[in-house]
């Protein structure tokens, strides 16, 4: 089975600090994808992945910044976290095009 | 570009009516369709996908669903709704031209059944 971890289940962080979500998958999938999900606007993709150090803006970039150093782990960066940016955070990975994306649970991520 | 449209937020049905969860899409390219299930508290899970061979869909728990060109969808069904079924579903569409490509997702319905 493929296993796709996020690396907390749930986050409380203060406006300011800089937040560091991490994702890790054990199949050797080339893409890993970053999405938050809002309750009435589903999932909205963040940063896209397509091999190590490679990465796309997705829809809603701004605020976020990603890093993948090794193909298997591909982190999140807020910056500097904002109230707005409080939400649940869902990282993903997929092999080449022709296949699903597999979901780690997610993290919950709240900005004070 | 690609996106997807999901109508109606919110759609409650009785237990053991038909379920019809609506997705319609826009592509450039030949797509991929997929549909996802959220339980509460949990990720997403595959339902069925849809890969440029059959048409009609079959995937896990009883759902299926139908690709039409001619009218960009892709609606999920299921003739007999259970309890279980309850959960928050979601279409997503992807370029099938590219190793690289992004799923886009649509905005959700959730579900609910009534006894």
């Known amino acids: 089975d493929v296993k796709v971890t996020q690396s907390s289940r749930y986050l409380v962080k203060r406006t300011g600090e800089k937040v560091f979500l991490e994702c890790v998958q054990d199949?050797?999938?080339?893409?890993m994808f970053w999405y938050r999900q809002d309750p009435g606007l589903g999932l909205r993709l963040i940063y896209f992945?397509?091999?190590?150090?490679?990465?796309e803006k997705g829809d809603i970039p701004e605020g976020y910044s990603v890093s993948r150093e090794k193909k298997e782990r591909f982190s999140l960066i807020l910056e500097s976290a904002s109230t707005n940016q409080t939400s649940m955070y869902l990282c993903?990975?997929?092999?080449?095009?022709?296949?699903?994306?597999?979901f780690g649970q997610g993290t919950r991520l709240t900005v004070v | 570009a690609q996106s997807v449209t999901q109508l109606g937020s919110h759609v409650s049905v009785s237990e053991g009516a038909l379920v019809l969860l609506r997705c319609n899409y826009s592509?450039?390219?030949?797509?991929?369709l997929f549909w996802y299930v959220q339980y509460p508290n949990q990720g997403l899970q595959l339902l069925l996908k849809?890969?440029?061979?059959?048409?009609l869909v079959k995937g896990i728990n009883g759902f299926e669903a139908e690709f039409k060109k001619s009218e960009t969808s892709f609606h999920l069904t299921k003739p007999s709704a259970h309890m279980s079924d309850a959960a928050e579903y979601f279409c997503?569409?992807?370029?099938?031209?590219?190793?690289?490509?992004?799923?886009?997702f649509g905005s959700g319905t959730r579900l609910s059944i009534r006894p």
């Open positions: 849809y890969t440029s061979a059959a048409t």
């Open positions: 992945s397509y091999d190590v150090k490679m990465k």
């Open positions: 997503a569409v992807r370029p099938g031209y590219s190793s690289a490509s992004k799923i886009i």
């Open positions: 199949m050797d999938h080339e893409n």
């Open positions: 993903a990975s997929s092999p080449p095009a022709s296949t699903e994306a597999f």
């Open positions: 592509s450039s390219v030949p797509p991929y």
